[in-house]
């Protein structure tokens, strides 16, 4: 679990397991702050050195919490990473704050900027909130379709970003303040878009390099094989489903699983029963097995749950489980899987 895996051609290196810093934003409900410093010690003391927020979790809480633990241990000790791309302007709650499914949250609304002013601001502000001097990786935040309401409105925002902000991050790994820069998103294609329009890095992907789906594999990829980029996983259970089984209620992609892929997922789910395995052990692990794959991160909201992530990285997989998977066709035929 403690394995390092080196970020594309820069000189950052991340565990394998991450940690995931959206629950201590609060989403969808409350983590007390006692509950997240028990969180963030489980994680320290289970060896995870890698952390992911981002000022849109909690507006600003995420990394408020994370900062503040942090501050006790030495900066090269740990790896962080942040976003830029939303700027939090203070707002007085009676007037009503746009927080989408973050609940008890501060006093800020997040405003879009991907100028190269709004990148600097940004970045600035997180400076302060995490209590450190430098972020290790600066990624790019929801330059999607999901997030704008349009394919025009994506693209004037991508447009922003390469027109101006992204001369901003390149200034900021030039200097060292910053050491990798990438982008986070949930489409291949806009993640293709962005690396071929600048030299980044890595990327987040979230669910869309799974035990349920690899696309990933036909030009994703191949494309950072060529280019040596690499990956951070997040969203590895496909939204909860890859994690719950397929009961009734499991959520694919935010929403319901339709009937197609409940019927795969319990199909995959009877292969890891088949050979002891719990499906979650599998749906984590697998990932891991590319190459181009540095960090698989999870979130968590209490000591309990990062226990828990933590026997799911170490629960010993047997090879015919895979080897299964793909004779059953769940799996492609040319997805590498962990040794």
Not at 134 to 158: P, Y
Not at 167 to 193: C, F, H, P, W, Y
Not at 312 to 336: C, M, N, S, V, Y
């Amino acid at each position: 679990m403690n394995e390092r895996r080196r970020l594309g051609g820069s000189e950052v290196e991340v565990t394998t397991h991450g940690f995931g810093g959206v629950p201590l934003g609060n989403l969808y409900r409350k983590c007390s702050d006692a509950d997240a410093t028990a969180t963030l010690e489980a994680a320290w003391a289970a060896g995870i050195r890698f952390y992911d927020t981002a000022p849109l979790y909690g507006l600003g809480m995420s990394e408020h919490r994370i900062g503040h633990f942090m501050h006790q241990h030495p900066r090269d000790e740990w790896v962080l990473s942040s976003k830029i791309g939303r700027v939090l302007k203070a707002k007085d709650p009676a007037l009503g704050i746009k927080a989408g499914n973050f609940v008890d949250h501060h006093p800020f609304e997040g405003v879009f900027d991907y100028t190269y002013d709004g990148v600097m601001r940004s970045f600035e502000d997180s400076l302060q909130r995490l209590a450190t001097h430098r972020i290790d990786v600066l990624l790019v935040h929801d330059i999607d379709i999901w997030t704008h309401g349009s394919e025009e409105a994506r693209k004037a925002k991508f447009n922003e970003l390469m027109g101006s902000g992204y001369k901003a991050l390149r200034e900021l790994r030039d200097s060292g303040t910053v050491k990798a820069i990438g982008a986070g998103v949930n489409e291949v294609q806009a993640m293709l878009e962005f690396g071929r329009a600048g030299v980044f890095d890595c990327f987040l992907l979230a669910g869309r390099y799974t035990l349920l789906e690899q696309g990933a594999l036909d030009e994703l990829l191949p494309w950072c094989e060529e280019k040596n980029v690499s990956l951070f996983i997040g969203g590895p259970y496909n939204s909860g489903i890859l994690a719950t089984g397929a009961v009734p209620g499991a959520k694919y992609n935010y929403q319901d699983a339709p009937p197609e892929i409940m019927e795969r997922v319990g199909r995959i789910e009877a292969v890891c029963g088949r050979h002891g395995v719990p499906l979650k052990a599998a749906a984590l692990q697998f990932p891991l097995g590319h190459d181009r794959v540095a960090s698989i991160i999870p979130g968590a909201r209490s000591a309990a749950e990062i226990e828990e992530n933590v026997k799911t990285f170490t629960t010993p997989i047997p090879a015919d489980l895979w080897a299964e998977l793909k004779h059953e066709g769940l799996l492609r035929q040319d997805a590498p899987t962990p040794s």
